[in-house]
Structures are given as structure tokens and as C-alpha cells.
């Protein structure tokens, strides 16, 4: 399997619930970023956290990274219709001037 | 002003053709890259530059080839398109060498190979 799996794959809640979705990967890193796609889009930057950080705090988005599980998580609080997109974990390889490396993304509905 | 941009937005060509798609980026940024989307939205890293320089390129095939005229362009080259090059193609780039950096993506490239 890939490096940088979420899950779960689609993920369908309420306006104004939370939505949480987990990332997993399985080589070291030096950071991990968050990033959302919205339908037919590129990719915009959401949240990066080093690999010596815990948990991050963006708005209404809290990341958190455990490194000895290999594992972050993207919560996003009081979800709104627009927050309906798919979001990828990325990381980097460490080193040089490597391209990120994406999970396969979970897809986020907001039903309003 | 848009920071990276791609054209075309849309492709639709005929195998065998060769074609080529165009980023531009207006940030200033040293490293650009193409990744691409699959139909499962599996997004996979083709080829990065930095100062004009490949410095990766992964297993892709070799009819595809990057060009950058500039350090705020790296067009994507395809000979002999084939079925299975149908994807997004996305454009990114980042202030310097070295991925612990914010990537700025283009809107993408839709191609479709008939």
C-alpha cells in the first residue's frame, strides 16, 4: 500500500458536526501536510506539521501527528457545506527536492 | 492574479498524438513539479525542477518529458499518447528545493485520450 492512506474513504455528516479522518503512513518523515480538493480543482494547502510536533491548530481545523504509530489525524470542527471536498494526506521522502507523496484521500459530505 | 496556471484546462486527443501542456507560476518559486491525478484520484509525483534542473524524476514512461524555458515555467511534453495517459495533470511548485514546503497547486490539466 501506498505511503499516506486515509481513511476512511468517504465520510458523510451533518452541518455543524465534526469530521475527523486518519492518516496513516510507513516511512519516516519530515513533515506532513493536509490538503483539500475541491470537486474538479486543484489542490490547496491546508495545515503542515513537522515531524517533532504533536498537534496544530488552524481555524476550525486541528491536526494531530503521532510519529511512533506512523499516524495524524485531521479533524475539522462545526462543519460547513462548503468544507464538502475530498482531503489527502501528503508527506515528503526527507531530503532533496523530492515530490510529495498523497494518499488516495477521504471524501467529505456535508449534509446541510 | 492567479499564482500557478495551466492551459490547457482541457485536452481531447486521439492516441498516438503528441502534445504538450503549459504551467506558469508567478510566486518567485525555485522548484516546480507535475503530479497525476488517476480516475481513483490517486495523485502521484511525475517530475520536479529546481533552477532549471531535474532532480527527480520517477518511473515514468520516457514520452514524457519536462521543458522549462524559465524558472516560472515547466511544460509537460507527451509523445505517443496512449490510452492509459488519461488524467488530471497538475502543476505545483514551492519556494525552494526540499518538500518540507508548502506546495501551490494549478487548477490541472483534464486529458483525455480517445
Known amino acids: 500500500s501506498q505511503q499516506g492512506e486515509e481513511d476512511p474513504q468517504a465520510l458523510s455528516i451533518q452541518e455543524g458536526e465534526n469530521a475527523t479522518m486518519n492518516c496513516s503512513y510507513k516511512t519516516s518523515i519530515n513533515n506532513l501536510q493536509w490538503y483539500r480538493q475541491n470537486s474538479g480543482r486543484g489542490l490547496v494547502h491546508l495545515i503542515l506539521?513537522?515531524?517533532?510536533?504533536r498537534e496544530k491548530h488552524s481555524g476550525r481545523l486541528r491536526v494531530t501527528l503521532d510519529t511512533s504509530k506512523k499516524s495524524s489525524s485531521l479533524l475539522i470542527t462545526a462543519s460547513r457545506a462548503a468544507d464538502t471536498a475530498s482531503y489527502f494526506c501528503a508527506t515528503d521522502a526527507g531530503g532533496g527536492a523530492d515530490g510529495l507523496t498523497f494518499g488516495k484521500g477521504t471524501h467529505l459530505i456535508i449534509q446541510p | 492574479d492567479t499564482a500557478v496556471s495551466q492551459t490547457p484546462k482541457y485536452l481531447v486527443t486521439q492516441m498516438g498524438n503528441d502534445k504538450s501542456i503549459k504551467c506558469e507560476q508567478n510566486l518567485g518559486h525555485d522548484t516546480m513539479y507535475w503530479y497525476k491525478q488517476d480516475s481513483k484520484k490517486f495523485l502521484k509525483i511525475m517530475f520536479s525542477?529546481?533552477?532549471?534542473?531535474?532532480?527527480i524524476n520517477e518511473t515514468v514512461p520516457n514520452r514524457f518529458s519536462p521543458k522549462s524555458p524559465d524558472k516560472a515555467h515547466l511544460n509537460l511534453h507527451i509523445n505517443s499518447l496512449e490510452l492509459g495517459d488519461s488524467a488530471v495533470y497538475f502543476c505545483?511548485?514551492?519556494?525552494?528545493?526540499?518538500?518540507?514546503?508548502?506546495?501551490?497547486f494549478g487548477p490541472g490539466t483534464r486529458l483525455l485520450v480517445l
Open positions: 505545483a511548485s514551492s519556494p525552494n528545493a526540499g518538500s518540507s514546503e508548502t506546495q501551490y
Open positions: 525542477y529546481n533552477n532549471k534542473e531535474l532532480i
Open positions: 506539521i513537522r515531524s517533532n510536533e
